[in-house]
């Protein structure tokens, strides 16, 4: 199998403008994440919609203009691939907002694509939650998964309800996805769905037109950057020492 990654990343955060730009112990978050990815993928680009972001990249790793109106990352990783003078299996969708991204999770991707030689549409990580505040939280999407392994549902409420008290698991969703080359250009040419745009998650766009989600449980949860306060607990963290 021959993967792509690729970063989106954008500028105009609502919650934390020029996110991909802030230093982090002497280093860019979007070069870390590209630093990380690239330990265990050999191609890895960013796609991004900013003068400012691509000149910064530029300067280390390739790096592609794209629309600055797409809705998404799974937009805009079409959009590169569509840059693209090769072919790919698989693209790996990596979130421009986790510098502490594990590159053995993305291995272990690659590891379960390979085994299942394309069979695979979609694919994506999830955590198990123990945390109550968490479950209820709607900033953590959710899943449930079922026994072949494949999402059920996405969603922002505690899923599955839990009326009776069994020991059913609280999936959390680690925003990581991995598409096949022919579903990524499938996909990014559907139109919004009604549960898509109640929950506001666009793979429930993608379960609506009836693809497969692949569910692998990931060892830890991912530690996005959303806002500057995050980034503030990161860098008190000394996480990226380590990094």
């Not at 690659?110 to 198990?128: D, Q, S, V």
Request: glycine share 6%.
């Amino acid at each position: 199998m021959k993967f792509l990654g690729i970063i989106p990343a954008r500028y105009a955060s609502t919650r934390f403008p020029g996110k991909p730009l802030a230093d982090i112990g002497g280093k860019s978050m979007i070069r870390r994440v590209f630093e990380r990815a690239s330990s265990v993928l050999d191609d890895v680009v960013i796609a991004t919609d900013d003068q400012r972001i691509f000149d910064h990249v530029n300067e280390f790793g390739r790096v592609f203009m794209t629309s600055e109106n797409h809705q998404s990352g799974t937009d805009r990783c079409a959009e590169a691939v569509q840059l693209l003078d090769q072919e790919y299996d698989y693209v790996i969708n990596i979130q421009g907002d986790e510098p502490f991204l594990d590159p053995a999770e993305i291995a272990q991707v690659m590891e379960l694509l390979n085994k299942e030689n394309g069979n695979i549409e979609i694919l994506t990580l999830a955590f198990r939650l123990e945390d109550n505040n968490k479950i209820n939280d709607p900033n953590v999407v959710k899943v449930v998964i079922n026994h072949q392994g494949n999402a059920l549902y996405f969603s922002r409420s505690p899923i599955p309800y839990r009326r009776n008290q069994t020991s059913y698991p609280v999936y959390q969703h680690v925003g990581l996805y991995v598409y096949r080359n022919d579903i990524l250009k499938a996909i990014s040419n559907l139109p919004p769905s009604m549960l898509e745009k109640t929950e506001s998650l666009e793979q429930l766009r993608w379960m609506d037109g009836g693809y497969q989600i692949k569910v692998l449980q990931a060892a830890k949860p991912g530690v996005g950057i959303d806002t500057p306060e995050d980034l503030r607990k990161a860098l008190d963290s000394k996480l990226w020492q380590t990094s």
